[in-house]
């Protein structure tokens, strides 16, 4: 199946966006990839709340082999094969499928927001601790003014001529 035939199958639901991915094409909408075209058959995309209506259908996740044993990937299940031939179905199933998509994009956006929130606050602290470990900004002034003032009387005993008795 070529591209321009993915986006026919799915007229029902909507103009959809194919593009490249891995070994095959993904079908985006609304800005997420919502389906997987993969080794001649189509991948929709999975969660807690659809799942089980793949598994009424008989339908198994995306898997593949790595090196001894075989990886399931659970939040991409193979499309039931009835729905080749009803797009008003298809495009029901698909809608469930870009719905899923948008979900999980969304917990990615907080769940990045968060780690880069948890970022700033402890790199805030980790210079706060470095800070109070020189002894605090007044302190680390009046050590650098010592180091100042003993560098100069250094080099004036430097440049002064020795003495000849």
């Known amino acids: ?3 321009e035939a993915a986006a026919e199958l799915f007229a029902a ?3 959809v966006d194919v593009r490249r991915v891995f070994s095959g094409f993904g079908l985006y909408a609304a800005d997420v990839c919502f389906a997987l075209y993969l080794r001649g058959e189509f991948f929709l995309k999975a969660d807690e709340t659809t799942i089980p209506r793949f598994i009424a259908e008989r339908c198994e996740p995306f898997s593949y082999a790595k090196r001894a044993k075989t990886v399931s990937v659970k939040s991409w299940w193979r499309m039931p094969a009835r729905l080749y031939d009803e797009p008003e179905e298809l495009a029901e199933w698909a809608r469930e499928a870009v719905a899923v998509a948008a ?3 969304l ?10 929130q948890r970022t700033n606050t402890e790199t805030a602290a ?3 601790a470095a800070k109070l470990a020189r002894g605090g900004a ?11 003032a003993a560098t100069k009387v250094t080099r004036s005993k430097a440049s002064r001529p020795a003495r000849v008795r």
Do not use: E, L, P, Q
């Open 1 to 3: 199946m070529d591209r």
């Open 13 to 15: 639901f909507g103009a």
């Open 103 to 105: 979900r999980v994009k």
């Open 107 to 116: 917990k990615k956006r907080a769940r990045k927001k968060t780690t880069k």
């Open 126 to 128: 980790v210079k706060k």
């Open 138 to 148: 007044a302190s680390s002034r009046r050590k650098a003014s010592t180091r100042a």
